[in-house]
């Protein structure tokens, strides 16, 4: 807007003293931002004020945001609000381009026994080392295995021994342990554990084919197994004390799994709603019209 070389010479020393010096030098980096964010006729005007103003912008563009406008050393993996990461390229034109998905976040099986012989065990899991761990309290977060550090001690209390818990990997997932909470938290609700049917093992298999699709090892729940059969030996291990949740009574395991599959394709049918099908954008446009004439015409004859 300056139109005197005057009000040019101002407005150049202002812009000058805001963005400092460096942001006037163009170099091969900045060229493309300059090249993006200018049109051809500020490009080729003879006043020299939209030109720098451009490249001024360009330069602070990439200055401030150096991971996506900068050069392609300063670029770097980028992560969405979902916990999912994405990669940048370096195309001249200096912008990103979408690539796939890359997981980020560590899952980890952390499983201990609960007898000398392993019939039984307790489980959790460990996204980025945060703990998901299912009891009658619901499911409960915390920072490293403490889980099973608590039954340590317990069992410490009463002078007996427990072999340590035993970490297993199971790769890298694009969801985060809030999210696979979220996921999972309307199956395992508070009140809702039972010793058999509904316990930490039915939990972390759930969260462990959520993050990965895979399952968890059947011989850490043999014990669920053979309890469902042999109720003797359920009260045993619970030392006479167990007593079936009626609230646990319709927990399917399988059903869970299915419902929360991330790449379940839904299978139920469309239905025929009624009207007319259309193929082609002249006919939808007349028929757009005619429900919009129909309209009117209802509003005219209204009182």
């Not at 990461?85 to 200096?94: H, I, N, V, Y």
């Not at 915390?142 to 990997?169: F, L, V, Y």
């Not at 979220?182 to 058999?196: H, I, P």
């Not at 991330?262 to 007349?286: E, I, L, N, S």
């Amino acid at each position: 807007r300056a139109n005197s070389a005057q009000e040019q010479n101002i407005s150049l020393l202002e812009i000058k003293s805001r963005l400092g010096q460096e942001s006037f030098e163009i170099t091969a980096e900045s060229e493309p931002c300059f090249q993006r964010f200018s049109s051809p006729a500020i490009r080729q005007s003879q006043n020299p004020l939209p030109r720098i103003c451009c490249r001024a912008m360009g330069n602070a563009i990439q200055r401030f945001c150096p991971r996506r406008f900068g050069s392609s050393s300063a670029r770097e993996s980028l992560v969405d609000a979902d916990g999912m990461q994405t990669s940048t390229s370096s195309e001249s034109s200096g912008m990103t381009t979408s690539k796939p998905r890359v997981p980020v976040n560590k899952v980890q099986l952390v499983v201990s026994p609960l007898d000398p012989m392993g019939a039984a065990y307790h489980s959790s899991i460990l996204v980025n080392g945060e703990e998901l761990s299912f009891s009658d309290g619901g499911i409960s977060s915390a920072q490293g295995p403490m889980s099973h550090t608590q039954m340590q001690q317990q069992a410490q209390a009463q002078g007996q021994q427990r072999a340590e818990p035993t970490t297993i990997d199971y790769g890298m997932s694009h969801y985060s342990a809030s999210q696979v909470r979220s996921k999972l938290e309307r199956y395992f609700t508070q009140g809702t554990y039972d010793l058999l049917r509904k316990n930490c093992n039915s939990f972390s298999d759930c969260a462990l084919f959520y993050l990965t699709e895979k399952r968890m090892d059947q011989k850490y729940r043999r014990a669920e197994k053979l309890g469902a059969n042999f109720s003797g030996i359920t009260q045993t291990f619970s030392g006479g004390q167990y007593k079936p949740n009626p609230k646990a009574a319709d927990f399917d395991l399988e059903k869970v799994i299915e419902s929360i599959d991330p790449k379940k394709v839904w299978k139920t049918p469309g239905h025929a709603t009624g009207g007319t099908t259309v193929t082609d954008a002249g006919a939808m446009r007349d028929k757009r019209l005619a429900a919009l004439n129909r309209a009117s015409a209802s509003h005219e004859g209204e009182p």
